[in-house]
Structures are given as structure tokens and as C-alpha cells.
């Protein structure tokens, strides 16, 4: 028997495999160890197929694969793992089935952590983030993600903001950048402004936890309110798939756009420019007879309440007419306003008297309608873009040294200026540690672009780090374009992002500014649709088990604690016998029941812990982090392993020169088995790559395959052609998720003496796993045409997979209602509406919707729902009827 050097990690030789140790000795591998798996994640470690994308080839489908990039902190937790697990088993799954696919990782490097933390030890941010890139990449590439590498990029990098001012600065020229006085949020911790989305419900700020005071400064803002109407409308397009709840996230943020914001100047000379008001109804200010303000706002600088505001009046633009201003608690404001346009109202008429203000007799009937005035405010930029009274513009300006530099220089001539697009970028100083922009003197002076003074002072506010991530995905089409953002007629061809993975933290702030930009760059006809992501996976969290005294809420470690009654939830402190809650909570190293992803994947493998993440729940579901899960998946491994082990052996024992035995009528019918389960199988997990994400289910899809091919007898093992054809697709779909063992088990596969099956199948038997196609259902296997009545499961028909994948709703309807059972069920009643979903070579659901009134007064059709509700056994002992339709 002969055997190979250790380097070549366990070729398999006449049917019997073995490993060599490092000292030559051979130990037999008949069972799978953590040893061996380390040992073949090795092996094929870089040899899992090229993941880069290729612009060149427009033939190929195109799938942009997308997951939210992460900050660099150093080290990956376990929702990294989770998250960038998902969206590589499904990058790969869209190359097994023939795409050219995108799947880019980068780095959302700026922010205050990585500042806070230089600044403790002294060394610059660029310095501590990129070393932190370095450890984490190191560790991405130990999970086996593959990401097209080639696009990486860093946020803080030059030759990424760069183009973020560039972006600014395209916003400042159109008019939707611009700066005023605004009360704000101030972290005195952090000693930055916080966005109102940044601070909790106990008024604390998100990051530092400290009370937020206000303060007021001048700030920079993007006008988003001016797209909130599409932004709005946009969560109707029927482009967007599994948005699901977050479009009422959504929804909410922006509000119902049911009136108009109008920016109305002040008489005379304020920090304040001017004052806005909402209205949903624009004739109204036609009719203004004042303006209430409530004592928060910052006209209200003598602090007073129920007065006339002295010196403080405001212009009506569409009167002329100038509106006196009253402080007040005593009126409605609208929602998330501190401004209220006053009629002439008896409650109004009544406050300005109480304030001694004297208002004319009668208010003159309006001279314009509603339309009117909005267009005379669009043309006059004073507002008049339908919006919420509670939405409001996004507030850019942070008070921190490690953010994009705003490109603007103030010159006491020209006012502000933005820098010249040839000068970009504006960097930021290398040389300090910890200095504010604001107080760099050096960096500060700047020449006005205008004028050429040499007095001007550059803007020294830098980006809020949303805007950073709301065109990242833009640039992974064009990571290394020096001259533009990215290419335009690149990006006609490869957005909208195909599949967008993230945490539902980022639901709503990242999402909106991300839509707005691609919104607004639509507009500008860079982008060949105003939605950027067609499709998300917004997947669950990793809970990890935490334990906290109940006397005093102190967190413990697991150390610390002796569980008492495990299914009753009961616990104890070690050192006290005081009760302890257990829980399960997101994973923090302040409650002590974070995992680190690298010790597990010492322990068990890279592909294991790729399965244990992606088994027994959805991935939009919060995973409990449970050693007590892993069994079932290190159990499959070791199956799937024995598997190849006992076929290879059986392949092995064969004597060619006596030919291959007649098929006896059980040889037959269990190839036929085998035949129906891969189909089945096949047909299974392909839905649930393809069409629901729900990978946990495509893993118990795959695992119900394995169990069919383990029941196989020795005879089909050794001599079935069906049963070679189930494991090639067992492994091709178990590729996706595990690349390292499916291409050991491949290769296996692959080379094993005395294989039946031959070239018809498709199937490349010179190449890797990562070469060959998805499996395909056979034109003959019926596939599932689910009939529904009003949404209720009537029956089943079995179509062939050739018919049933050209199936068309009306072909579907018709060839429903020839069934005699179904026209039994559905009677005489009208049939009033219905509606077909197919999902090819997986299944198809034809609803018909009857008339209400008529299923009333002849009763019920007996649906699956019905006969539920009357006898619980029923549904055990009775399936849905199965009709079996031909060619």
C-alpha cells in the first residue's frame, strides 16, 4: 500500500486514506479529527477559486454582493464572523451558478474610537487604524471570505475622501450644503456633536454615555429634507425585496410628507438668517398674522415665555408683509417643530392680545393658491419640497480631528469658499497627536481661492463618518479611479447592489443617508436607478449567555456561577449562594459572555465554525451562542467524511476484470431513491440559497440528502451511477458554506478509482469544486405546484421540471382548474382574482381568490386550514392531495 509525504495532506490511495503526522507516522482517517481538518483547510487555503471580479465580461450575470463594511477596531466578534459568513456563502453560490460576481470588503476607518484611542497612546489615528486593518484582514483571510481584495479601501484614506469632498462639494454647489446656527446636541466626553438620532431616551450619547448638554455653534447641514418625498415613494418600488419592516423604519423616520417647510428671513441683522416654518397648507401664508416660537428656540435668547419678542420680526416673501414674533407654550406645534405660523384664528387672536400685540381687523382672502406659492418658494429657494413637520436636515459637522476635512476655506471678503477641485485632497496633518483641527494654526491658514487673501482660515469641522458610508458602495465599482467617483457607465451596468447584508442597527440612519446620496446622483444621471440596494438580509444578532447577580445587577463571569436547575433558569453565585438571572444579550466584553471567533476556530476549524453559524436559525434571526449546538454540525462533517471514506473503499475493492452485476430490482429501486432525493434535495436547498436566505433550512436540505445517500446498500455504493451523481451535488451545494472541506471531499470524489458516471452529466471531473456548475433538477421530476384557495393549501400539483419551469400564471390557472378535484373545491363560486409565484426548478403557488360572499353561502371549500381547525389529528394523519400532471 503506498502512502504520501504529509505536505500533500492525505491523498487518498487504492481506496484507503491516512494522513501522515509530522514525523512520518501514519494514522488512519477513517474518522474526522480537529487535526484533520486544520490539517486540509491548510491544504487548500488560497486554492479556493479566484473571487475577483471581472469588468471585462459583460456575459456573465453580474451579482453585487454587498456587506456592510466594518470599523477597524483590531480584532473580529462574532456578528463580523455571522455577517461576513452569510454574504460569502451566498457570493459563492452566485458563482457556482455561473455569475460574475462583486463581493468587495473595505474599511469605515474614521470616527471617535480610533481617535480617543491614539490619543491614550500617543500615537497618531492613521498609525493605530491601519494597524488594526492589517490584524483584521489577517483574520478575515483565516475564515476563508472571499472577497475581491483588489478593491479594498479605507475611508480615511486620501484617495478615498478625497472624493467624499468632492461629493460635498457638488452638494454645496446645488444648494443642499450649507451652514447656520443650530442648538445641538454636545457629548461633553467626546466633546463633538451628536446628530438627535445619536442621543438615547434617557438624553445620554450613544458612544460615551454621557448627559448630553446643548449648545449652540454654527454647523454644517445637508438639505435631505428636499428629497423626502422620493425617498418616501422610493420604499414603494417594487424593485425592493425583503425590505420588510424596515421599510416602516423607514417610514417612520421620514414621516408622512402630508405639508411644506418654508424658509421665511428676519428683518434686520441676526446670527439667524432666517426661520423656518412647516404648514400643510401653503395658502396659509398668505394668511399669517405672527409667528410663535417656542421658549427652546434660539430667537429666544432672553429666555422669556409668553411676550412679544422684542427687535424680532420676520418677512413674509409672498406679502411682503412683516410678521411679528411671540414666544409661547400656548399653541400646537406640529410635530417636532418649534415654530408655529399663526392664523387668524380666535385662540391666536386671543394670544397676541394677551402678548400686547395689535393685529389688523380681517385677513385678506389669499391671492395665490397652494400651488402657487410652493413654486414661487422653489424659485426663490426658500423651501416649498413636501416634507414631514418632523424631519429634518442632516447635521454633518463634527467638532473631531479624525473625519474627512470639509473643503471649505472662510475668507472675511468672500465668505465661505469651497477649495478648488485640483486642490483636492484637503488632508488632514499627519504630525499631530490629538490636536483639534481648530486649534492647528499651521493647518488652519489658507489662501482664499476667490480673492487671494492670505488671511482665510480653513473650515475646521470635519464630516460626520454617515457620510463617509453613504457612497462606499459606489466606489468598490471604481476602486482605484483617479479621476472621478467612480465611472458612470460602470455603474449603469452594476447597480443597484444585488444583495445587501447588514445588522438592523443600521436600519434607518445609514440606510436613509445612503438612499439619499444614490437619490441624489440619479438625478444628476450617474446612476441608472435611484435605489441603491435591490435586496437586503439584515441578519440577527449573536447572544451570548450573561449572568447578573439579582441583588445588586452586577455582571459575573461564567466562571462565577454554578447553575443550579438549567431548564428552570435557576443559578447561583459561587463565592456568595446569591441568585443569579441568566440571560442572553448581545455579546460584550463589559457582561463577560463574548466569544472570541479565533478560539473557536482553533478549536473546531474554519468551516465548522461557518456551519455553527449558519445552522438552526434564520439568518435574520438573533443566534444564541450555545456549545450545545455544535453536535449536529461536527456530527454532519464527520458523516459526510465517513461517507467518502466507505465509498471510496467500496470503489476500491472493485474487480474490473469481472464487469459490473446485472441491476437486480432493488439495485433499481434505490438508485431511484437516489435519483428522487438529489432532486428533491437539490430543488430545496436551491430555494433556499436562491430565493429566502434561509440558509439554515438549505443546511437541514443538505443534511436530509446526506441521510439518503448513508441508506444506500453496498451494492449501489459500489456500483451506482445515481449514487455518485447525489454526493457530486451533495458537495457542490455544501461548497457555498464549508469551501475547504467541499473541496477536499471533491477532490476525493474526483479521483477515486472505478467512478461510473461519466462527461453527460456536466459534471468537471479535472477541476475543483469551486469550477463546477450548481446542480440542476432532471427535466423529469416533478416538481410542486402549490394551489391555494384564498390563501389557504388545497392541493399539490406535481408538474415535470421542463414544463413546470416555462409555466406562465395563465397556463398555471388553466391547467389548475382541469383538475376535477380542484373544480370540485371551487364549485360554482366566481372566481374573482389570482396570483402565481415561480420559483424555477424549486416550487410555484398558484392563489385563486373567490368570492367572499359566495364561499360564505355555499360554505367553505375543504382546505387544509379548515379541516385544522376541526380535528387536530386529522392534520397529522392527512396530507394535501397530490395531483400528478404530465409532459
Known sequence: MRFLHVSLLGRWSKGRSHLCSAVGQLTPCRELTPEMKHQLERKWQNKLGDCRFDPADTVKPKRYVLAMFPYPSGSLHMGHVRVYTISDAMARFYRLNGANVLHPMGWDAFGLPAENAAMQRRIPADTWTHRNIGEMRKQLEQLAFSFDWEREFATCQPDYYRWTQQLFLMLYRDGLAYQREALVNWDPVDETVLADEQVDDNGCSWRSGAKVEKKVLRQWFVKTTRFAKPLLEGLSDPGLEDWKDIIKLQRHWIGECEGYAFELPLVGEHKMKSVSVWTSDPVELERGLFIAIHPTNLLNTAKQTDCLLENVTVQNPFTGDVLPVIVTEAVTFPEGCDTYLAVGSESNRQLATKCGLKLKENTPSPASTGEEIVRKALEQGIGGHPVSSKLRDWLISRQRFWGTPIPIIHCPSCGPVPVPEQDLPVRLPTDSVGVPLAQNEQWLRAACPTCQRTDCRRESDTMDTFVDSSWYFLRFLDAHNRREMFDSALAHRLMPVDLYVGGKEHAVLHLYYARFVAHYLHGKGLLPTPEPFKRLLVQGMVMGRSYRVASNGKYIPPAEVEIVDEKANKAIERATGEPVTMLWEKMSKSKH????????????????????????????????????????????????????????????????SSGAPTPTPEFTEHEHKLWDARNYFTAGATFNYRHSHQLSVGISKMQGLTNAIRRAPPAVVSY???????????????????????????????TAPHRVDDDATGLRWDGTVFEQRWPEIDEDFPLDLTFKINGAECCILKIPAKRFNQLTHQESLDLALRQEPIVKLIGKRPLRTSDFTLYPSCEAILNVDLDRAAVEEGGEPETKSKKEKKDKKAKKKKSLQVLHVGM
Open 593 to 656: 459572555n463574548g466569544v472570541d471567533p479565533l478560539e473557536v476556530l482553533r478549536e473546531h476549524g474554519c468551516d465548522a465554525l461557518r456551519l455553527i453559524l449558519l445552522a438552526d436559525v434564520a439568518p435574520t434571526s438573533h443566534r444564541n451562542w450555545s456549545e450545545a449546538t455544535f453536535p449536529g454540525i461536527l456530527n454532519w462533517q464527520k458523516r459526510l467524511w465517513l461517507t467518502m471514506y466507505d465509498f471510496r473503499e467500496a470503489r476500491a475493492n472493485i474487480d474490473p
Open 720 to 750: 451506482g451511477r445515481q449514487y455518485e451523481r447525489a454526493l457530486a451535488a451533495q458537495i457542490i451545494m455544501l461548497a457555498p458554506m464549508a469551501p475547504h472541506f467541499a473541496a477536499e471531499l471533491w477532490e476525493q470524489l474526483a
